[in-house]
């Protein structure tokens, strides 16, 4: 499927529909089946003990595979995460940033369902992997 957006229209998008989150998130490549998207760590994601909290990485899971489906479809901002499973597999290097690397396995006209690794920056073997299901509104 022939890209709909573009890194540079992903970004302001972002920006104009979630300035309140926009600048953890750097959108690092777009690729023929997904995309990379940054966590750009700072210290309120991380929890207790250094490390990146949970949540943080679940944000980067949600906004990647979001990006990932907006890429294909267009500006859809109605879009809604419906589904999401996550694992832990281990601890990020403190003071890593973390890169999720998405792709949609299905997009149909009302469902869509991707993947996401995270890794952290630099590292080879991946911290934590998420499947997402996103319910897409009609189009009018």
Do not use: C, W
């Not at 207790?48 to 949600?62: C, E, I, R």
Request: net charge neutral; proline share 7%.
């Amino acid at each position: 499927m022939e890209p709909q957006m573009d890194t540079a229209a992903l970004g302001a998008f972002l920006v104009a529909e979630f300035p309140q989150v926009a600048e953890d998130f750097g959108i690092e490549a777009l690729t023929p089946d997904g995309i990379e998207v940054r966590l750009k760590v700072a210290h309120r994601h991380l929890r207790p003990g250094g490390t990146v909290s949970g949540p943080a990485m679940f944000a980067l899971a949600d906004v990647a595979v979001y990006l990932a489906l907006l890429a294909q479809i267009g500006p859809v901002a109605l879009a809604v995460t419906t589904n999401s499973s996550m694992d832990f597999l281990r601890k990020p290097a403190a003071g890593a940033d973390l890169i999720g690397r998405a792709r949609m396995l299905k997009v149909g006209r009302s469902l869509a369902v991707g993947d996401v690794l995270i890794f952290a920056e630099g590292g080879a073997d991946p911290v934590a992997r998420a499947t997402l299901t996103y319910s897409i509104p009609p189009r009018r």
